[in-house]
């Protein structure tokens, strides 16, 4: 991204204040020592269960939700920790799910794949792989029946495409020109599994071709073309012209997990794509190029982010565990309210 693509506050042809800039700056910034953060906590045993890191990847959930509306509809897979902090959650409130702790945002009882916020509209962190996409059809369906102008931003991964449920979905989104957009976010690997040795066709907007969904493939390591090409695609389902399949190459530094040393690619790769394409990177360089900011300023700011987040590492940690009653506790739904009541029309959870 040279200096000339950019001039004023122009970019590609789209404008962006300097306050929006480091908004995205610092978003992706805080998300990243948010990974580093929890990857230390899970290796000293604080964290339990499966722990999915998104370092490396940080401009495709920052650039969807900045292109769509805080109303739209958002659910991803169990790398979710990014998605649900770019979507506006507490951080504390994340942290502490992470941690299994009450004061989580599903209280402790989802854990790292299975982030809720409903006052966001953040429909998972769901821990099936491609469980996301028939889900993120509901809500589609449900935002065409009441006409309420809301957009389904459905992520999955590489290897999660191959799933037969995508397809099903896809088929019934074009059918009934739902307004959703499918993101996938091509990491490279499912899982240990590179793209190639897994998928015939390696073009995954192509995917959709059959059931006559345009797609589009964009550069998921720069934050603001993420941001430009999402809002046409968001635009696209909301006018009622129906689904489209947006393919972000990305790239995750860590392996699949924080069980996996990641050993099926090289050192060289991993540092090809850290050196080369990393998102924050590119955005620092963009701003010091345009004279928007300098070294010293991110220096400043990367020190600051991490404060915060070793802050509210400490503030989540000193919470309390749930009680276990709270295993009772929104189970079953009344279908009329949606309320959760006690079993048994009981006044309070039995012990």
Request: with cysteine.
């Amino acid at each position: 991204m040279s200096t000339k693509q950019f001039t004023g506050l122009t970019h590609e042809g789209r404008s962006y204040d300097l306050s929006t800039l480091q908004h995205l700056h610092d978003q992706m910034l805080f998300i990243r020592r948010f990974e580093e953060k929890a990857g230390q906590l899970y290796g000293l045993k604080k964290i339990g269960g499966f722990c999915h890191l998104c370092n490396g990847q940080e401009a495709v959930p920052v650039g969807v939700h900045h292109a769509s509306q805080p109303t739209d509809y958002m659910m991803t897979s169990y790398r979710d920790h990014g998605h649900v902090l770019a979507r506006g959650s507490d951080p504390v409130a994340t942290m502490a799910e992470l941690l299994g702790r009450n004061g989580g945002l599903v209280k402790g009882k989802g854990g790292s794949m299975h982030m809720f916020d409903k006052e966001n509209n953040f429909a998972g962190g769901n821990g099936i792989v491609a469980e996301q996409v028939p889900i993120g059809l509901g809500f589609s369906f449900a935002s065409q029946y009441n006409d309420d102008g809301r957009v389904s931003l459905c992520f999955m991964g590489d290897g999660a495409i191959n799933q037969g449920a995508v397809y099903e979905s896809f088929n019934m989104a074009a059918l009934w020109k739902l307004p959703i957009v499918f993101i996938v976010e091509n990491n490279q690997y499912a899982m240990g599994t590179s793209l190639s040795r897994a998928s015939a066709e390696t073009h995954l907007f192509k995917r959709g071709v059959s059931f006559k969904i345009p797609g589009i493939q964009i550069d998921g390591m720069d934050v603001l073309e993420v941001e430009r090409e999402m809002s046409a695609a968001i635009e696209h389902a909301r006018s009622g012209k129906g689904p489209m399949l947006v393919e972000a190459m990305t790239y995750r530094y860590r392996g699949h997990s924080m069980s996996d040393p990641a050993t099926y690619r090289t050192r060289d790769e991993v540092n090809e794509w850290r050196t080369g394409r990393d998102p924050i990177a590119k955005i620092q360089n963009l701003m010091i190029d345009a004279g928007l900011s300098t070294a010293e300023a991110f220096k400043q700011k990367d020190r600051d982010l991490k404060k915060e987040v070793a802050a509210i590492s400490k503030k989540a940690e000193a919470m309390p565990e749930p009680d276990p009653k709270e295993l009772f506790n929104d189970v079953y739904a009344d279908p009329i309210t949606h309320a959760y009541p006690y079993p048994d029309g009981a006044d309070s959870c039995p012990a």
